[in-house]
């Protein structure tokens, strides 16, 4: 493990500076002037624990809203999750390995979006655009509330996702605010995986 990562890790706890990882000998803070051309950028976040085809299809698509040299995209991950305890140095180190070097990935202490949103426009003062399942947008409905979804300086792209065993994308919720709107079509066989059940498997695996 990079004393580099260690040191920003320990500063995002203490401080909340948010970093990126572009591969283990380039980290720098969010607003370093490396990604001072970011005029605009579109955030995928997750656990990716662990990063899985369905996750990297996404993030794919995502790319493709790079409209000109001053657009990026990013995965995210918080290293604080509601419910849950922080995620440890040692475990973040594991699952940032599994990003290539060409992969732009933010490191937060922000669970939520309100305060993800927060940090985005603080370090880099541009509108975010959060590329998320569609059970992801029912959470965050569920957490603003309709009246402050649109307060939050953000857009959503959501994207169709497997919900109580079914394959389904409510069209209604893009009426619920004009931040939501449709991402491409993922395909049957990627909505169905789940980073759950991969680690689910690997211990059966392991037992066996």
Known sequence: MSQDLTAHYNELLSENEPFIYNGPNNIFKLGHQRISYWKSVNVYSGSFNPLHDGHRFIFSCAKTYEMTTSFSTCYEISINRIGKDHIKLEEL????????????????????????????????????????????ALRL???????????LDARFMVYNRLVNGKMNLDQTIFDTTRNFYPGVTVPDNLTVISSTQIREKEVVASAV
């Open 141 to 151: 409905i569920e957490d603003v509330g309709v009246s402050g979804l649109g307060g």
């Open 93 to 136: 180190s594991k699952r940032l390995s599994q990003f290539s070097d060409k992969d732009f990935v933010l490191v937060t202490n922000s669970p939520r979006f309100l305060s993800k949103i927060a940090d985005i426009r603080r370090f880099l003062d541009v509108k975010p655009t959060f590329h998320i399942g569609h059970d992801t």
